[in-house]
Nanobody
Framework: QVQLVESGGELVRAGGSLRLSCAAS????????MGWFRQAPGKEREFVAA????????YYADSVKGRFTISRDNTKNTVYLQMNSLKPEDTAVYYC????????????????????WGQGTQVTVSS
């Protein structure tokens, strides 16, 4: 089992920045690829970013590329999502997620790939 706890979400003005954190605990949590997803009201959950266990590979949704940066500190079992130049359309609940085992690169952006999810943290961007 892996437990994931997100933090860092809050109300921010457009153009501002936030850093989300996801603290992982449980069985060998640092061995997993980690991902961030988000879900806005009335919309489906969508992929935001993911990072391999060694931080050698990162993946981003086109909508956040160049503005968001995912990173991890395996010594702290924590994954971060630095969000810059925030827009009102970034408003959503942001979820951290981890898969049960090895992930094929082509499935990183699919939420069905992930088995463990945090409770989410609300990010609200005002215009």
């Amino acid at each position: 089992q892996v437990q994931l706890v997100e933090s860092g979400g809050e109300l921010v003005r457009a153009g501002g920045s936030l850093r989300l954190s996801c603290a992982a605990s449980g069985r060998t949590s640092s061995s997993y690829l980690m991902g961030w997803f988000r879900q806005a009201p009335g919309k489906e959950r969508e992929f935001v970013a993911a990072i391999s266990r060694s931080s050698g590979n990162t993946y981003y949704a086109d909508s956040v590329k160049g503005r968001f940066t995912i990173s991890r500190d395996n010594t702290k079992n924590t994954v971060y999502l630095q969000m810059n130049s925030l827009k009102p359309e970034d408003t959503a609940v942001y979820y951290c997620a981890a898969p049960l085992g090895t992930v094929v690169a082509g499935t990183v952006r699919n939420d069905l790939t992930y088995d463990y999810w945090g409770q989410g943290t609300q990010v609200t961007v005002s215009s």
